[in-house]
């Protein structure tokens, strides 16, 4: 049933379900082209495709959604567990950079999360304990996105390395990747989606070779003046911890007040630093 005032409309670049439904049935054996993507465009020359990735880093510069939702899934000893997935909103400043994550489960309050830079403010509502730290606790609370990791989607071109004379651009299928070296070590792999030249994904490497990290977005809509991604799955395969962040409705470039990312008052939290103390009073990020 429509909202009033709603009419129903096809999406006029989707075929309709009867239409794919006829198409399946008239071609069972030969397939329907329907049912299949379009083919990528031509490839583009890498300065085309690096001035695209500029464009939609500099378009945005904060953003903030009041309907998120956020899903962590932890794997220890070859056993994974999803945790309940919470509702709240998120606010983002690129230019900081600095994050605000509210999390609540069926309108209470389960923590909040404020970073500024390196050092970030996590409110635990239940036990009403307030952990701080910087590096140090990030390494040791995988569960945690960094403003860092978000402000990728941001950065540029030049910041992801994708503009420098020893990273080459591979063209595949569905993306183009770019694999960033540093004194001729893999760091960094970038994918742009060739179909829209939006970002695909990020991979950073350790000093070993090794996955640190892997940032995928997708599920672009328009947002502003551009394209924004609806989903962020970020994937941390050393330490078993993969945090799904999906948006609803962000607005970006709207003015955010000025206490937006002000970390909480301490007198009125029990304070623990966790570059100091160890993690024993952090484990709801595990906990039902």
């Not at 945790?83 to 509210?102: C, E, H, I, Q």
């Not at 595949?172 to 960033?180: G, S």
């Not at 470039?253 to 970390?263: D, M, S």
Request: hydrophobic letters at 40%; a neutral charge.
């Amino acid at each position: 049933m429509s909202a009033p005032g709603h009419t129903n409309r096809a999406d006029p670049g989707r075929p309709s379900p009867f239409l794919l439904l006829l198409c399946a049935a008239a071609f069972p054996l030969a397939g329907c082209s329907l049912l299949r993507p379009a083919p990528p465009p031509p490839p583009l020359p890498r300065q085309q495709v690096v001035d695209a990735v500029r464009t939609q880093s500099e378009g945005f510069h904060t953003v903030f959604d009041g309907d998120i939702s956020l899903a962590i899934t932890t794997c220890a000893d070859g056993e994974c567990r999803k945790l309940p997935t919470l509702g709240g909103l998120l606010a983002f400043d690129a230019r900081v950079p600095a994050l605000w994550l509210y999390a609540e489960k069926m309108t209470r309050s389960v923590f909040s999360l404020k970073a500024v830079g390196a050092r970030f403010w996590l409110v635990n509502y239940r036990d009403g304990k307030l952990f701080t730290g910087t590096e140090v606790a990030y390494a040791r609370v995988p569960e945690l996105i960094r403003p860092e990791e978000v402000r990728s989607y941001f950065a540029g071109p030049e910041a992801l390395g994708l503009s420098w004379p020893s990273t080459d651009m591979t063209v595949e299928p569905d993306d183009y990747r770019f694999d960033v070296r540093v004194l001729g070590v893999l760091r960094r792999q970038v994918r742009v989606d060739r179909r829209r030249l939006v970002l695909a994904g990020i991979r950073r490497y350790d000093a070993l070779g090794r996955v640190e990290t892997e940032l995928r977005l997708d599920r672009y809509k328009p947002a502003g003046d551009g394209l924004f991604p609806r989903r962020f799955r970020l994937d941390r395969p050393l330490c078993g911890v993969l945090i799904e962040l999906r948006l609803g409705d962000p607005e970006p470039n709207k003015p955010r007040p000025e206490a937006t990312f002000e970390p909480p008052a301490a007198s009125d939290w029990q304070l623990i630093d966790l570059d100091r103390q160890d993690l024993s009073d952090v484990e709801f990020f595990r906990a039902d």
